[in-house]
Structure formats: structure tokens, C-alpha cells
């Protein structure tokens, strides 16, 4: 594993919830960070959020006025794609198979072949990206939590064309980050959100079928010792973002009954009430 890691720019691809964390994160540990989006209003509220979260952590004491104003100077936003060019690439953009091929495709073309490329997507085979994509060998998955500025895990995932070398220095940059790397197989869900479905679709069920109400689901489950109940999470994750992992892990395990997606979380989707982000989802803000 190498001890010192020779990168110094990273791409953080998506300026939405995740993107904009881990731009955040990033910067905070001292890289130069490029935060791209093609959405000028995405990014101009990633560097809102970025500022907000920054500002708080001087107020409590947490970061020093210096380190504050160094870690906004190393983030540099741009709508350009032609910007990207990093010694890593994180990728957070929309959870969609097609339009991640696609923009990784692009950054292959104009990076290096040193550059290495690492989705953060939450249910797609990093496989298949890997094999869709032609990156194979500099490719992997690099799976942050939300928040991800607060969240210390990260699932570091390899496929069978990962080169070693890519994953040792994927889980050495997730070190210098501050964040905890978990090595992980490539395999529908990884781990964690695998073993969360059924935190999400047995909540559902229990609502559905009218055996207890989302408060007190939520209660009784962060009470137990969870730091967030079902339906709080769903809403902070997004209802968009949390059905498509649902949909995508029961495809591909080839549809066990004991995943499948919840027809309550189908009709918020279909409202557009996907939680924090649109105002409403289980709950209103
Ligand atoms: N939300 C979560 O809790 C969570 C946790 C872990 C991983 N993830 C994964 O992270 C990724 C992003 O999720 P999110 O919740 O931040 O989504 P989001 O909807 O908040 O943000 C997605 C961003 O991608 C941008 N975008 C879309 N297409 C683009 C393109 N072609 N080029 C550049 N930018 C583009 C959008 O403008 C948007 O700003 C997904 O793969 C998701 O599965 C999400």
C-alpha cells in the first residue's frame, strides 16, 4: 500500500448532494478540487452549502480561520467538462448508467492514462461502468456517505480489472481525507446499502400495510440506538436517489421478493416529493 500518495488534483464530478460534499472534503484535506456540474445554479449552491458548512465549523471551533480560507481557495467550480483534468476523478453525478458511461468516456479521452477514475454511485455495477467505459484497469468505485463532510466511511470497490495498485491508492487518498476505507467487492449494493435495503422497504411495508405511522417508526428506530430513523434518512438521501438503489440492487439479484421496491416510495417519486431537497418528502421542510 503506498504510504505517501502522488496526487494532487482531484475532479469531483456533480455539484449535488454528494458532489458537493466530497468537493468539500477534498479541499478541506488540502487538494487542489475541481468541482464540475453542468448546472451553473448546482454549483453556484455547492459553493454556497461549501461556505455555510465551512463557516460553522470556524464558529465552533473546529477550523481555523486559515484553514478556512485555504480550503475555498483550493476549489475551483466550472461547468466546463473540459476543465476535468485531475490525477483522480470522483464521480457524483445523476445515478443513471448511461449519462456516467458517457461522461466517462469524455474524461478519458482528454485525461491521462495515469488519471484514475472512481464513480461514487450507489447501486450501478462498477463492472459494468469499467467494461462500458474501456477504463478497466484505472477504474473503481469510491462510495461516500451523506453527509459526505461528516460521514467517515467510505467503501473503496474493485472489480476483476482493478488494478491493485488503483484500489491501495484509492483507499490512501480516502485515509489523507480523514474518511475510513472499507475495501469492498464489487457486487449489487456493496455492503452497507445492501444490508440498509431492508432497514427502508420493511419501514414502507409496515406503513403500507397500516400497522404503524412514520413517526413512530422513526422513534422507536432512532431510540433503539439508530442515529436516524427510516423515513428522516430516505428524506436526506432523496427519494429519487434511494428508489433507483432499490430498483437497481433488485434487478440485478434478479428480483427476490424480499427486495422489492416499495409502490409508497414509487407514488413520492412520481410527486416529486423526494425529501429535503424538493421541500417535501415523508416529511415537510
Ligand atoms: N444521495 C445519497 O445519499 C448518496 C449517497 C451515496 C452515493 N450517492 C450517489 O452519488 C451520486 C450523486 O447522487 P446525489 O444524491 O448527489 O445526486 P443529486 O441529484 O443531488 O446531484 C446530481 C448532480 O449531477 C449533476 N449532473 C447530472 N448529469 C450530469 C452530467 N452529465 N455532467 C455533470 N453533472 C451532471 C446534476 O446537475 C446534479 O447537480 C449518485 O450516483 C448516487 O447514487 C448518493
Known amino acids: 500500500m503506498p504510504e505517501t500518495i502522488n496526487i494532487k488534483t482531484i475532479c469531483v464530478c456533480g455539484a449535488g448532494t454528494m458532489g458537493s460534499g466530497i468537493a468539500q472534503v477534498a479541499a478541506q484535506a488540502g487538494f487542489n478540487t475541481i468541482q464540475f456540474d453542468l448546472n451553473t445554479a448546482m454549483l ?43 490525477d483522480v476523478i470522483i464521480e457524483a453525478i445523476v445515478e443513471d448508467e448511461a449519462a456516467k458511461t458517457t461522461l466517462f468516456k469524455k474524461l478519458a479521452a482528454i485525461n491521462s492514462p495515469a488519471t484514475i477514475f472512481a ?20 477504474f473503481a468505485g469510491m462510495h461516500f456517505f451523506n453527509p ?18 488503483v484500489t491501495d491508492t484509492l483507499v ?8 475510513v476505507p472499507v475495501v469492498c467487492k ?37 431510540a433503539t440506538g439508530f442515529k436516524m430513523g427510516p ?12 428508489y433507483a438503489v432499490s430498483n437497481i440492487v433488485w434487478n440485478a439479484l434478479d428480483k427476490p421478493e424480499r427486495l422489492q421496491p416499495s409502490a ?19 416529511y415537510h421542510y
Open 44 to 86: 453556484e449552491k455547492s459553493r454556497q452549502q461549501i461556505l455555510a458548512s465551512l463557516n460553522k465549523l470556524a464558529e465552533k471551533g473546529k477550523l481555523t480561520e486559515a484553514a478556512k480560507t485555504a480550503a475555498l481557495a483550493n476549489i475551483h467550480f466550472t461547468a466546463s467538462v473540459e476543465a476535468c483534468i485531475a
Open 119 to 138: 464513480t461514487n454511485t450507489s447501486s450501478i455495477s462498477v463492472s459494468t461502468l469499467a467494461t462500458a467505459t474501456a477504463i478497466d484497469a484505472q
Open 148 to 165: 459526505a463532510q461528516l460521514m467517515k466511511l467510505v467503501e473503496v470497490v474493485y472489480t476483476s480489472s482493478t488494478a491493485p495498485a
Open 172 to 179: 490512501a487518498l480516502a485515509k489523507q481525507m480523514g474518511k
Open 186 to 222: 464489487d457486487a449489487p449494493g456493496f455492503i452497507v446499502n445492501r444490508v440498509a435495503r431492508h432497514y427502508y422497504l420493511e419501514a414502507m411495508l409496515l406503513v403500507e400495510k397500516g400497522l404503524a405511522d412514520i413517526e413512530t417508526i422513526d422513534t422507536i428506530m432512532e
Open 231 to 242: 423515513f428522516k434518512l430516505m428524506d436526506l438521501i432523496g427519494m429519487d436517489v434511494n
Open 264 to 282: 409508497l416510495q414509487k407514488e413520492k417519486v412520481e410527486k416529486g416529493e423526494l425529501g429535503k431537497k424538493s421541500g417535501k418528502g415523508f
